[in-house]
């Protein structure tokens, strides 16, 4: 059983950044990849990325690849995704999760309960 706690969201202007922290408690944290999703009202979650159990990573497409990073620091327990260059569109509540390294929400085991990001025009 893995427990996620996420922070670090918030209000930010477009074209700021903000750096979302996954906290992780429980046994077998190192086992899984620890993904990123978001979600806006009405519509299904959707992968932004994920941090493999071994450091590697993967994203949603470039456009997010060329402004955020996901990194992992085992021995913290702790999971980041840095974002730059935040655009309105990015807003939503964003929830890590602990699973197999895919691109699909139902791959992911354990939900934190999220962090809002609201990005101002």
């Known amino acids: 059983q893995v427990q996620l706690v996420e922070s670090g969201g918030g209000l930010v202007q477009a074209g700021g950044s903000l750096k979302l922290s996954c906290a992780a408690s429980?046994?077998?944290?190192?086992?899984?990849?620890i993904g990123w999703f978001r979600q806006t009202p009405g519509k299904e979650r959707e992968f932004v990325a994920a941090?493999?159990?071994?450091?590697?990573?993967?994203y949603a497409s470039d456009f997010v690849k060329a402004r955020f990073t996901v990194s992992r620091d085992n021995d913290k327990n702790t999971v980041f995704l840095q974002m730059n260059s935040l655009r309105p569109e990015d807003t939503a509540v964003y929830y890590c999760?602990?699973?197999?390294?895919?691109?699909?929400?139902?791959?992911?085991?354990?939900w934190g309960q999220g962090t809002r990001v609201t990005v101002s025009s």
């Open positions: 999760a602990a699973g197999d390294p895919l691109n699909y929400a139902g791959a992911y085991y354990y």
């Open positions: 429980g046994r077998g944290f190192g086992m899984y990849a």
């Open positions: 941090a493999t159990w071994n450091g590697g990573s993967t």
